[in-house]
């Protein structure tokens, strides 16, 4: 049986010894998170554009005033069919493949990939758009870092993408270099934190202002608003343990940052509605799940034993707002992990075991929604010896003995190892 220990090195190791070459598959998925420290400043700081070819922003060498928009224009959406999934991996130095089930896996072709280093695809809320970080140059340096944001039609074609860069950019040690961001409802502005500050990004202009002195290990937009939710504490590194801070909200249109009521958070997650938060403390707090109303008030325990967690991005609700999905440590186990559903009207739970596919057990490490809130995605890793195979895999939250894999050649894995976020915008609706 393979243990702790074993898990970690492998992961330290494989993300060098993936094959160079895409064999015919399919995969997908990661979810985004992040957290931070309350500060009272923001600093607004804008792109200067530069046009190119690609529509290209650059980055802050100009520095100037970002004009504060009206208030959010938030599309109306109708229910959601799955559209693509949207996986990136280290094969090839760190590219963009898209997949949905019973289709192979095909390369996201965006000018520049060949170049460049790309990772933590999300979609935009319409599904018609895929933003993702992309590290440049030689160097391989932070300062390199550019946001990219793609057109994607239905049947997968790339068009014109327009790249924002991030001169000084900056993460972490010990994660890779790359922007990870979360959409806003509006499908206009972006959200990433960097090295100690939380980035906003206007993606129809480039504006960029900078919310300072945060290590966030959440962040997380409010359905149907244009305020961003921040908690946690990340530490310095890798190493340091994750924190809980009060929960902080960043209004777009206003500039303005307030606490939400006394919550402390590490880890959140809003209802599809927007008028509850599910939160999670940190590592030196007690493992227990809570909701609070949106105003901060009426703190209430939901679970009071989450039980423990090596890996994971904390709580995830569904689309359809009657679950919460979370994942834990199997009873007697080191480093597999099982998922749990919890019935947001009276608590009770739901546990899904790891579920067999394709003649495996497959372990999540992280776990989100599909867009129609039927169907729990893994990136998950299976045994075979001593290797650690990986994959992503389409889990029915209702039936999870049909659960499939959509692709075990291309990994996220060893990402989801190296970046700080596991973003929760991965597998994407069908636009139209």
């Known amino acids: 049986m393979i243990d702790e220990h074993d898990v970690r090195e492998l992961l330290r190791r494989r993300a060098d010894t993936i094959p160079a070459t895409l064999a015919d598959t399919?995969?997908?998925?990661?979810?985004?998170?992040?957290?931070?420290?309350?500060?009272?400043?923001?600093?607004?700081?804008?792109?200067?554009?530069?046009?190119?070819?690609?529509?290209?922003?650059a980055g802050v060498?100009?520095?100037?005033?970002?004009?504060?928009?009206?208030?959010?224009?938030?599309?109306?959406?109708?229910?959601?069919?799955?559209?693509?999934?949207?996986?990136?991996?280290?094969?090839?130095?760190?590219?963009?493949?898209?997949?949905?089930?019973?289709?192979?896996?095909?390369?996201l072709e965006v000018k520049g990939w060949d170049a460049a280093s790309e990772a933590c695809p999300a979609w935009s809320p319409d599904g018609s758009r895929l933003m993702?970080?992309?590290?440049?140059?030689?160097?391989?340096?932070?300062?390199?870092?550019?946001?990219?944001?793609?057109?994607?039609?239905?049947?997968?074609?790339?068009?014109?993408?327009?790249?924002?860069?991030?001169?000084?950019?900056?993460?972490?040690?010990?994660?890779?270099?790359?922007?990870?961001?979360?959409w806003a409802p509006d499908g206009r502005w972006v959200a990433f934190a960097g090295t100690g500050e939380v980035w906003v990004v206007d993606t129809q202009t480039g504006a960029i202002r900078q919310l300072p002195d945060l290590r966030p290990s959440d962040?997380?937009?409010?359905?149907?608003?244009?305020?961003?939710?921040?908690?946690?504490?990340?530490?310095?590194?890798?190493?340091?343990?994750?924190?809980?801070?009060?929960?902080?909200?960043?209004?777009?249109?206003?500039?303005?940052?307030?606490?939400?009521?006394?919550?402390?958070?590490?880890?959140?997650?809003?209802?599809?509605?927007?008028?509850?938060?599910?939160y999670t403390g940190g590592e030196t707090d007690a493992r227990e799940l809570?909701?609070?109303?949106?105003?901060?008030?009426?703190?209430?325990?939901?679970?009071?034993?989450?039980g423990e967690a090596n890996h994971g991005i904390g709580p995830v609700w569904s689309p359809t707002g009657d679950r919460i999905?979370?994942?834990?440590?199997?009873?007697?186990?080191?480093?597999?992990?099982?998922?749990?559903?919890?019935?947001?009207?009276?608590?009770?739970?739901?546990?899904?075991e790891p579920p067999m596919a394709d003649g495996r057990v497959w372990y999540p490490f992280t776990v989100s929604w599909a867009p129609d809130g039927t169907t729990l995605l893994y990136a998950a890793w299976s045994e075979d010896g001593k290797a650690l195979p990986g994959g992503v895999i389409a889990v029915p939250a209702d039936m999870p003995s049909d659960a499939t894999v959509l692709t075990d050649a291309i990994d996220p894995v060893s990402d989801y190892y190296s970046h700080r976020w596991a973003p929760n915008q991965m597998w994407g609706r069908q636009p139209g």
């Open 26 to 57: 399919p995969q997908a998925v990661r979810r985004a998170r992040r957290r931070l420290v309350l500060n009272g400043v923001v600093t607004t700081v804008a792109a200067a554009a530069a046009v190119i070819a690609v529509a290209t922003f």
């Open 61 to 107: 060498d100009a520095i100037r005033s970002a004009p504060i928009p009206a208030g959010p224009n938030i599309p109306t959406l109708g229910p959601a069919t799955n559209g693509w999934v949207a996986v990136d991996a280290y094969q090839g130095g760190g590219d963009i493949y898209l997949v949905r089930p019973g289709e192979v896996a095909r390369r």
């Open 132 to 182: 993702f970080g992309r590290v440049t140059g030689s160097s391989g340096t932070t300062s390199d870092a550019e946001l990219v944001i793609v057109p994607v039609g239905q049947n997968g074609a790339a068009g014109t993408p327009t790249v924002i860069g991030l001169a000084g950019f900056e993460v972490l040690d010990g994660f890779a270099a790359h922007p990870c961001g979360t």
């Open 219 to 278: 962040l997380e937009w409010r359905p149907g608003t244009d305020e961003l939710a921040i908690s946690g504490d990340m530490g310095m590194n890798r190493e340091a343990p994750t924190l809980s801070t009060p929960v902080t909200m960043y209004s777009v249109s206003t500039g303005e940052l307030r606490r939400l009521g006394s919550v402390e958070a590490a880890q959140i997650t809003w209802s599809p509605d927007g008028t509850t938060l599910a």
């Open 290 to 306: 809570w909701l609070v109303d949106g105003d901060g008030a009426n703190e209430r325990l939901l679970v009071a034993d989450l």
């Open 325 to 352: 999905a979370y994942q834990r440590i199997i009873a007697g186990g080191r480093e597999a992990h099982e998922v749990v559903l919890v019935d947001v009207a009276d608590g009770t739970e739901t546990v899904i």
